[in-house]
């Protein structure tokens, strides 16, 4: 009797098991892109910081690696 109770339940499960992998992957791929994004903004922000402790100190600090960052970000922002 209980097995006959479950069959209808069935479908629905295997649907659910057989969708499971999709989901997984597009939910990890918006986690994903939600913190290359924060990144990218503390990424900006620290480097804004140093240019300005830098003009206050009176000292023009460009490293190889902040530079593409300040650039792309100008071009961005206009």
Known sequence: MALRATLPLLP???????????????QARRNAMVASTAL?????EQVEVEEFLA????????TPTTAPA???RRAAHG
């Open 40 to 44: 990218a903004r503390r990424r900006a």
């Open 55 to 62: 003009v206050l100190a009176g000292t023009t600090r460009t």
């Open 70 to 72: 300040v650039a792309t």
């Open 12 to 26: 629905a499960l295997v649907h659910r098991v057989r969708e499971w992998p999709e989901a997984s992957q597009l």
